[in-house]
């Protein structure tokens, strides 16, 4: 019995030290198609590898922001500074409520708002939030909340790029990478905002669907928002405009509306903000530098009569 469990633990040490090497390996010289469970995104869309970079060494701001793509598109520091409201954006692409929790976790100690924006797209409720941990894993350095956020997520990509992420990491291996601040149309503004060239969208429709909130984001979300009130931080819940022709697609949208409204102050600004789907969109629920500009002045607005 004894021979058994000693030659059980030899093999089982074996094969964590060769699945460890062979993910390395693999994930270093396999082409993309070839690796569909290991996903390495450093410099990725969105540049969110400069702006958590930039996010350790900021402290004190009035305003923390945090949400999806509308949020690191939609909010401009600059026209909040304006006001004079200290910013800073921490949204990324497609994030979730699991990884919301794990940046928060890790930079709001430093950051230390007086108040949060928090951008709440119906989709972030609804998604698995594979894509946003990934993104999160690879440009930042990883830390127990990367690891408490894969069991979350609890998806094979996320454990592969979390364990590829933190051996590359161990061996300094991306000590040489800068990421430019202007790519292609995008440019990285100083508070977590990127500019994106003036564009415009060609109004479509859309199929009709339904909200459908997952157990564990809205679990999430409701630990954000006790972290938040706990520390007596005020927040703000902001569902950011969309095209009407995007917007229209939902067919439970009051529903939604309802959760949020249990949780904080909330703003639907698609009720209440004047946009354009041609003049001020550059796709079906992204704002262009246009329509930033007026829903930033009407949100200031409205936190300035609060």
């Known amino acids: 019995m004894n021979h058994f469990l000693i030659n059980s633990i030899k093999f089982l040490v074996f094969s964590i030290v060769t699945y460890v090497v062979l993910i390395f390996l693999w994930g270093s010289v396999a082409p993309s198609f070839l ?10 869309y969105g540049h969110m590898y400069t702006r958590l970079s930039e996010a350790k060494n900021y402290k004190n701001v009035d305003i923390l922001f945090l949400g999806s793509s509308h949020s690191y598109r939609g909010f401009d520091p600059r026209i909040f500074a304006q006001h004079n409201y200290k910013t800073f ?12 929790k794990v940046l928060l976790e890790r930079y709001i100690k430093n950051l230390n708002p007086k108040k949060v924006v928090y951008e709440v797209f119906p989709r972030s409720f609804t998604t698995d939030g594979v894509e946003s941990s990934l993104d999160i894993i690879a440009n930042a ?7 408490k956020m894969a069991m979350e997520v609890n ?3 996320t454990y592969n790029t979390l364990l590829y992420a933190s051996i590359r990491q161990a061996l300094n291996l991306d000590k040489a990478f800068v990421e430019p601040k202007i790519r292609e149309e995008d440019q990285y503004i100083s508070g977590g ?11 479509r429709a859309f199929k009709k669907k339904k909200i459908k909130i997952k ?3 809205l679990d999430a979300f409701s ?9 007596n931080i005020e927040v703000l819940l902001v569902f950011a405009p969309i095209t009407t022709s995007k917007y229209s697609q939902y067919n439970n949208i009051s ?5 949020m409204n249990e949780y904080s102050t909330y703003y639907n600004f698609n009720k209440t903000t004047l946009l354009n789907d041609s003049l001020h969109f550059y796709d079906p629920h992204h704002l262009n530098l246009r329509g930033v500009k007026l829903f930033n002045e009407r949100l200031i607005d409205s936190l300035d009569k609060n």
Do not use: C, M, R, W
């Not at 905002?193 to 109004?203: G, M, N, S, T």
């Not at 529903?255 to 959760?259: C, E, G, H, P, Y």
């Open 35 to 44: 690796k569909p469970n290991i996903n390495y995104p450093l410099g990725s």
């Open 89 to 100: 954006n921490l949204g990324s692409s497609a994030q979730t409520p699991l990884q919301t």
């Open 141 to 147: 350095h990883n830390d127990k909340y990367s690891l």
């Open 155 to 157: 998806h094979v990509k």
């Open 193 to 203: 905002f990127v500019k994106k060239q003036i564009h415009y969208f060609k109004p």
């Open 215 to 217: 157990d564990n984001q």
């Open 223 to 231: 630990e954000i928002i006790e972290t938040l009130n706990n520390k």
């Open 255 to 259: 529903t939604f509306d309802s959760i």
